[in-house]
């Protein structure tokens, strides 16, 4: 079993093999993945990872392994206000892949009904999640706790 604990978020040559993980997928550890070849890979990272669509694990053969982000089932929104809408989403955490024309978020139904009252649509689609990174991270959006005092 080819072995990968070295991860770099762009390729520097060519890739042997791509795997291709949903959001969630995409942040690890250590976890055996299936590559578009059918080969196994141990991924044993030295910390939790969130792996890039684009980047790549390095095996211990100095081979490259390209991640990909796979489609996954979403909500996209629209709307005419969508700095508004993009706030709302914002302020409670969610990832959120932003574009100029829509918003993209993983399917949540309370999410849905909750745009839906501000004046945002929604709709399902399955398309690759690559949501902007957090102010503290690349890639993951990291919630603050609430249970401190703010004095």
Do not use: C
């Amino acid at each position: 079993m080819l072995t990968a604990q070295t991860y770099q978020n762009h390729l520097h040559a060519t890739p042997a093999d791509h795997v291709s993980l949903t959001y969630e997928d995409r942040f690890l550890r250590r976890k055996v993945l299936t590559l578009a070849s059918g080969t196994q890979l141990l991924v044993d990272l030295p910390q939790t990872t969130s792996l890039d669509h684009g980047g790549a694990l390095i095996t211990t053969e100095q081979t490259e392994i390209r991640i990909d982000a796979a489609p996954e089932p979403l909500l996209e929104v629209t709307g005419d206000a969508l700095h508004r809408i993009a706030w709302h989403i914002g302020n409670r955490h969610t990832p959120a892949q932003i574009e100029d024309t829509r918003i993209l978020i993983q399917r949540d139904h309370v999410m849905a009904d909750m745009l839906a009252k501000i004046g945002a649509t929604t709709r399902e689609v399955t398309e690759s999640f690559t949501p902007e990174g957090g102010a503290y991270g690349h890639g993951r959006t990291h919630g603050h706790d609430h249970t401190h005092s703010h004095t």
